[in-house]
């Protein structure tokens, strides 16, 4: 037979389409609850029955009802059975969750989010626990919403943005803001994002962040006064990056960053400092794949790996000193570092996967920075 403990839980299983009834205004009550097998023992039945009654509506003036019907047993003659068990009103139902106050503030946070911004009825509806969580926030949400909806796409940073809200509030709320400004805001203002992405709130709605910088080095003076660069060697955000115009200069992507300070004075050149794998930043900046591209990176399996993502991107990529023969001329300084089974990657050149290949399985690294200075000059001025 159900128990009263299970009927608080069975009852509060409910809660949610209980609260959704009052979204819609709809019929709820009286609740009806199974009643569960009948013990078969008299003692049992008779302790489970008096358990029962003693937490009902009749012994505490809220809660559940137990109906009780008269009925001839074969073993215990006549007897009082429950028969049904009913919350029959909101109240019962409210004390018995101990939810008067979260269902009081659940009530005036929907009228408010109702009288405030309408196009959030079936929002409502959707997410009827998200309005609870967020019981003591719904005015700053909605002072939040109204901005967005007035200004979409403001290109303001976080704290920027003049919304009478603690600054680190849209910080803090970035799940339910992002969740009610996908319900209200006209599709073509939300940028599609990835998720995973550190700024996938900012970006989707077209606010600032603190972007990748990427450095690059001037290394043709009179390309330098062509685009009146202020200095050789520069740092910008990406999209400030993406809004130059270098194509068809050569560019020059460099693994580590002594390779990229080092490198000689090539015209109609520029270098960028890619960082390892950080240069999959590039992938956006659309006017390099007007540019020939030479990536110069360690002869080992990462470096080959991050050759064949580059040309994922700009297909057009050539390597620098990433060959047989330069590993065999400096081969003595290189070092040994974790084996591995070389991946497919097919962006390489036969050569190029052969010597991938060799090192994965070999465990070797050899650092560009081991390579004679005027042998790497010698290799980059021919790549002009």
Known sequence: MITPNQIKQKAKRKY???????????????????????????????????????????????????????????????????????????????????????????????????????????????HTKQVIDHAGQWEDLLKVCHYFQQNPGPNLYLRELPIEVNTKFIEQNKAIIDSLLSAILPSEVIQPVDKQKKYSFEQKFSLRYEEPLVRFRILDKQLKEKYCFPVFDLTTPLSEFQQLD?????????????????????????????????????????????????????????GFKILHQLRIYFPQTISVMMSQDTFNKFEQFSVEVTSSEPENLSNLTKEEYLLYAHVSREGIRLEQEHINQNVAIKHLKECN
């Open 16 to 126: 949610t389409s209980f609260l959704q009834t009052i979204i819609k205004n709809q019929i709820f009550f009286p609740l009806v609850l199974p009643i569960g097998k009948i013990p078969q023992e008299y003692i049992q039945l008779r302790d489970e029955l008096t358990c029962l009654i003693n937490q009902s509506k009749s012994t505490l003036g809220y809660g559940y009802t137990v109906k009780l019907t008269t009925k001839n047993t074969r073993s215990y003659g006549s007897q009082s059975l429950p028969t049904k068990i009913t919350i029959e009103t909101k109240k019962d139902y409210l004390v018995l969750l101990n939810k008067q106050s979260e269902f009081s503030k659940f009530k005036a946070n929907i009228e408010l989010i109702r009288v405030s911004i309408p196009q959030l009825e079936e929002w409502i509806f959707k």
């Open 246 to 302: 270098l194509k068809k200069y050569h560019c020059f992507i460099t693994e580590n960053k002594m390779n990229f300070l080092t490198l000689p004075n090539l015209q109609d050149s520029f270098a960028i400092w890619g960082s390892g794998y950080k240069t999959q930043v590039l992938k956006s900046v659309s006017w390099l794949a007007d540019c020939p591209i030479f990536y110069w990176g360690d002869i080992d399996a990462d």
